[in-house]
Structures are given as structure tokens and as C-alpha cells.
């Protein structure tokens, strides 16, 4: 199996910030698929595994941190 992976967070502003995750992969083997053809409604209803040769999954994340930079000083039993 042959794999990529990008991972990239771009920062909108001070504190909120926008992740994206592209995965994708070549399949080589699929070694648990059983022989034969897929019928119609199989192939429709899902009932078993489709042969394939690509994977791909793709995300999308935001984020938004605040709080004081100082915490620590803040409240000093976040230092022991």
C-alpha cells in the first residue's frame, strides 16, 4: 500500500485557526473479499465490500483558543 498524508492549519486571526487533513492511499490487496461478482443489489444496498484500488479521507477542522498567555503567573500551582 502506498500512502499520503497533507496536513495543513491556517491561522484566520489571533486564536481561531482552520485545520484541513487530506489521506489518500493505493490499495494493493484486499485479501478479505470474497470471489465472484457483485449482484445489482448488493452493489445497491451496500450488503458486501466493493472491490477497490484507491482510499481516500478528507477533514476539516476549527479551532478557537483563548485564555491569558500568562496562566501560569496567574495562578502559580499550575507551576509545581
Known amino acids: ?5 497533507l496536513f ?5 486571526f489571533k ?3 482552520v485545520t484541513l487533513n487530506v489521506e489518500a492511499a493505493r490499495i ?3 485479501l478479505s473479499l ?14 458486501r465490500e466493493q472491490a477497490t484500488g484507491y482510499e481516500i479521507e478528507t477533514g476539516i477542522g476549527l479551532s478557537y483558543t483563548f485564555g491569558s ?5 496567574v495562578n502559580p500551582r499550575f507551576g509545581n
Do not use: F, H, P, T
Not at 8 to 12: E, F, N, Q, T
Not at 69 to 73: K, R, W
Open 1 to 5: 500500500m502506498v500512502a499520503a498524508d
Open 8 to 12: 495543513a492549519r491556517v491561522r484566520i
Open 15 to 17: 486564536g481561531l485557526s
Open 69 to 73: 498567555i500568562y496562566n501560569n503567573i
Open 34 to 47: 470474497r470471489k465472484g461478482e457483485l449482484s445489482e443489489a448488493e452493489r445497491l444496498l451496500r450488503l
Open 28 to 30: 494493493n490487496d484486499q
